[in-house]
Structures are given as C-alpha cells and as structure tokens.
C-alpha cells in the first residue's frame, strides 16, 4: 500500500508531468480573443520555478516552507482578489529577498496572468482521496452489489479494475456519467439508490480503486492538462449552454453554475454533475436534447470551464474604490490632480488602463515604494475582498476623465 506521503507526491508528479509534456500552452493559441482566459497556467508553472517563488512555496508539501502553500491559497478567489494577496506579501518577500540576496521577480502582465491563473489552476488538483474512506462509501452507496474491483463484489455490471490507471477521478466520473443512464435503471430495478457524492467521496473511491485493483501492468495514465478554453467550446458544442447559457450564467432551463464551482475540486465538481445528471438528462429528454457523452477529458474541459468562471468576476464600483484609494494612504503620495507629489500621477499612467497592468505596475514597483514608505512612516496597504477590484475601477475612470 501506498503511503499518503508517497501518494501526495505522486501526485504532484502528475501535476509535474502534466504541465511539462504539454508546454504547448493553454492560453497561447488563445491570447487572441479577448473572450478567452488571459493567464496560461502551464506558462504560468514554468515562471513559478524560473523566478525561484519554490524556494519558499511548496505545492501539496512540494517546495520551500517559508511562505504558505499553493495548493492551499487560490481556489475560489478571483483574478483580482489574488492579485491583491500578491501585494499584501510583499513586504514579507522585499525583507526575505534583501536578507537572502535574492534579486526581485519583476513581471510582465502575461506573466502575471500567467502565475496568477496558475496559482489558480493548483487547486483544480484533488489531493488524492482517502483509500479507507472510499472502501466505506463504495460499500455504503452500494456500488459493491454490481460492480467488482480486485475480484471482490457483485458481477452484475463491468468490475471497475481499468479505472486504477488515472489518479485523479475524472475518468470514473466520465464514465458514470456515459452509463448513467442504464445504470440508474439497473438500480431501479434492484432498488439501490441512486447514488449523490459530497465533497470528496468520488476522490476517496478513485483511491480505493487504486489500491485494491487487480490491474496489471500498471501504467499511469497522464490526462492532458484541462483547458478551460477547450472547456468552453465543448460547453457549447455539447448543448450546455441551451439551458445555462453561454457563460453559465443561467436561463429559465437551467441554474446559474457560477455558484456550483463554490465546489472548488474536480472530484466536487464531478460529483455535483452526476448528482444532478439524471435530471438533467429528464430535461433534455423533455426537450428533445440528446444526452451528451463525453470522451477522454472532454469532462476535465468542462470542469475546468465551470471552475473557472468565478475567476473572471468583473464589475467594480468605482465610488467605493475612491474610498479604498484614500483609506489605503495611496492619495498621501499619488496626487490625481497634478501638483507636487511622491509617487507618480496615476492618471497619467498607463498601469490605470486595465485591472492587470494595474497589479503588474504595482508589483513592479513594489520594492521602491516600500522604501518610501518606510521613510513616511506609513502602514503598508494591505487588500481584502473586492478592494483591489474597485479600485481598479476608480483609477480607470480617471484616465477616461470622469
Ligand atoms: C523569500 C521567500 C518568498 C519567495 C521567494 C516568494 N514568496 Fe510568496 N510568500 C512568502 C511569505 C513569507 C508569505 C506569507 C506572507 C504573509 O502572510 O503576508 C507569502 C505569501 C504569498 C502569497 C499570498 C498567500 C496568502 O495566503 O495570502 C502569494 C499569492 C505569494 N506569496 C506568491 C508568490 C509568488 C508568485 C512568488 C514567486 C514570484 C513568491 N510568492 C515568492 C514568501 C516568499
Ligand atoms: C444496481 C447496480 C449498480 C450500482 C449500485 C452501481 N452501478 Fe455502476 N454500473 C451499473 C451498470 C449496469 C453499468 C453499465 C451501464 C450501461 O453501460 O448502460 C454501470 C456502469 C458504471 C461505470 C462505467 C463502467 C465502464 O465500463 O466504463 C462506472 C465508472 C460505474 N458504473 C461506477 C459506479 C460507482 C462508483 C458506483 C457506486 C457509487 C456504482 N457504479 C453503482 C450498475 C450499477
Ligand atoms: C435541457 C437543459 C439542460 C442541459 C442541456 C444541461 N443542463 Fe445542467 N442542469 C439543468 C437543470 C434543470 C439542472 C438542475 C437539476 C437539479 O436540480 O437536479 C442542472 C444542473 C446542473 C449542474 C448543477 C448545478 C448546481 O447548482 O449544483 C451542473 C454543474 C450542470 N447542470 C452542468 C451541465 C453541463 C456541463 C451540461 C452539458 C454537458 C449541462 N448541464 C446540460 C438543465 C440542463
Ligand atoms: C509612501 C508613498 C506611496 C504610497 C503610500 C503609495 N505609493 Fe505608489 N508609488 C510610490 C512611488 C515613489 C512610486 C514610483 C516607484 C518607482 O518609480 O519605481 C509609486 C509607483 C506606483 C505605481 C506605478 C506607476 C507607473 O506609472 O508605473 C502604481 C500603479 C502605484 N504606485 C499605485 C499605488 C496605489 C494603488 C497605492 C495605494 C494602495 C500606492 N501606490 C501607495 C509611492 C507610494
């Protein structure tokens, strides 16, 4: 058996692999449309390592300790929100760099994008589940009445051994989904419930499968990174978006899934698309919809799609930002009226013309104002919530001279 230490870098060997295999990039054939996802987190993975950000940051223990770990920050804030997280640490990371004679990591926008969607992107990667839950859940939810895994359990449908080549449970979910359908009716028949996941069950399964499967050979199988570029165009091209729109959204057919990805791992998001699937497939019947299958890692696609619609949150009110402009003593050193000052006029600044030149200038710019500020004597400003988001909104709507 598989130690959890062993199993986590694994794990993170997968991550590893997945992301240099396909240097290919994400984003890069994307970067056109602005309708797409600016930050590419392969690229982004690669700046990770280049600009020495593991010296300090491990992921799933991967790395160095001194700064938190990446597979527990990103999931569930937005591009902003971790732009401003990014700024909160800097003055932590401009005492360590000076200490250490590190040379400071200055960044271009899409390599900002780039780390920022990858810091994302870490997240999306169940830690891999818990083999002695998932024996408990494959025995209670009574998959073990039909199903078989190392020769143990019922013969009524296919033994599940072939799944023991993936990590994470993406496939198993691809295929309970594809043979929903005939399986719902053996169960009616039998009279097993239809089984509902919560929070990390099918993770925990994927794992007992692992473990206990009589699979020879056993090549891991490496999926390809999910896009959710490619994610977005199946979302369409698999009718989706008839009944939740095109960017999820919602219609009088279908919820709104923004809040749905609140379930922030493949293995959630997996189990709340099976749990409603047999619904679902009732609606799209009543509409005459096909049931749509999906092949190899359409599903991750799909789930990286839904995953990262709360990471664009645009909006922002600008009245609000004001406020966080001066509450944050930017206006002690940044006059926005001409006159004498410290700190350059942002309104003549190019950084003001979009959220994530904002974020980069800012950056950037760091070690030369924490200089300043030390000097003044003034508190480093520090970004919660939506603050990074309305500000952005406010210095963009003085280059436009509202
Ligand atoms: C010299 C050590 C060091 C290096 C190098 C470093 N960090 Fe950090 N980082 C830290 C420390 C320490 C914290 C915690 C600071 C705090 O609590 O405010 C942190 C926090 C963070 C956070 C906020 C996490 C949170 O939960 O609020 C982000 C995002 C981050 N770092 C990104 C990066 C990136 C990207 C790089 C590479 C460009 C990097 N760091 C390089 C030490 C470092
Ligand atoms: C009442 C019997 C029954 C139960 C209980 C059951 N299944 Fe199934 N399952 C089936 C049948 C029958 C099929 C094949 C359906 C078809 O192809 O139309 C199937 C198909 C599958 C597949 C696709 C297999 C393939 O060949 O690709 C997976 C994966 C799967 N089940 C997983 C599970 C898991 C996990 C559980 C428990 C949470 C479970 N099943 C519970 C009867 C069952
Ligand atoms: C015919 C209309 C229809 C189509 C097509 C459809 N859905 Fe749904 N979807 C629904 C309905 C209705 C619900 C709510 C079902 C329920 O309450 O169990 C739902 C629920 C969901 C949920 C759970 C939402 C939540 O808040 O927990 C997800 C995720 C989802 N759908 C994703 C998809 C994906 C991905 C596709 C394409 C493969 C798709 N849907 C296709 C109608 C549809
Ligand atoms: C103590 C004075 C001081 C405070 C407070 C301060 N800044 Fe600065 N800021 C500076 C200085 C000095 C520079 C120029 C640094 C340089 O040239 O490298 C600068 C540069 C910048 C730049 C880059 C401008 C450009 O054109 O490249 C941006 C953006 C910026 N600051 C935004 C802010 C925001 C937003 C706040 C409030 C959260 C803030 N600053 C608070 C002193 C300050």
């Known amino acids: 058996m598989l130690t959890p230490r062993i199993t986590r870098t694994l794990s993170f060997a997968s991550l590893a692999v997945l992301c240099c295999t396909s240097l290919s990039g994400v984003g890069a054939a994307h970067a056109q449309s602005d309708q797409s996802f600016p930050g590419d987190p392969i690229a982004g993975r690669r700046i990770f390592v280049a600009r020495g950000c593991d010296r300090c940051h491990a992921i799933w223990g991967n790395g160095g300790t001194l700064g938190p770990d990446f597979a527990l920050v990103g999931a569930g804030r937005s591009l902003q929100q971790l732009a401003g997280m990014f700024w909160n640490h800097t003055p932590q990371m401009i005492g360590t760099v000076q200490v250490r004679g590190f040379q400071w990591p200055t960044f271009t926008e899409q390599e900002l994008a780039d780390i920022i969607s990858y810091i994302y992107y870490v997240k999306l990667f169940d830690e891999p589940g818990d083999p002695v839950l998932g024996e408990r859940w494959f025995r209670e939810m009574r998959c073990i009445e039909c199903h078989a895994i190392g020769g143990e359990g019922g013969q009524s449908a296919l033994p599940l051994d072939g799944y023991a080549r993936y990590i994470a449970p993406l496939m198993l979910a691809t295929g309970m ?135 664009y949150d645009t909006g922002g009110d600008a009245r609000a930002g004001e406020a966080v ?49 030390q000097l003044e004597h003034v508190d480093w400003p520090r970004f919660e919530g939506v603050e990074m988001r309305d500000l952005a909104v406010y210095l963009r709507n003085l280059e436009a001279g509202q």
């Open 177 to 311: 989904w594809n043979h929903g359908s005939g399986m719902q009716a053996q169960q009616a028949t039998q009279r097993a419930p239809v089984p509902s996941f919560r929070g990390r069950e099918m993770a925990d399964i994927q794992a007992y499968i692992r473990e206990v499967s009589s699979l020879q050979g056993r090549d891991v199988v490496f999926l390809q990174p999910p896009d959710p570029n490619t994610g977005r165009d199946l979302f369409l091209a698999k009718g989706c978006s008839s009944c939740h729109g095109p960017s999820g959204g919602g219609t009088q057919s279908g919820p709104d899934l923004r809040s749905a990805t609140q379930l922030l791992r493949v293995s959630e998001i997996a189990g709340t698309l099976w749990n409603h699937s047999s619904r679902m497939a009732a609606a799209m019947r009543a509409r005459g919809i096909a049931f749509p299958r999906f092949q190899g890692k359409e599903m991750a696609d799909v789930i990286a799609f839904l995953y990262y619609l709360r990471f």
């Open 325 to 373: 402009f001066a509450q944050k003593g930017c206006a002690r050193c940044h006059s926005t009226e001409g006159g004498v000052s410290i700190g350059p006029d942002l309104s003549q600044s190019d950084a003001i013309l979009a959220p994530l030149k904002l974020a980069t200038a800012m950056w950037n710019h760091a070690p030369a104002m924490y200089t300043v500020i």
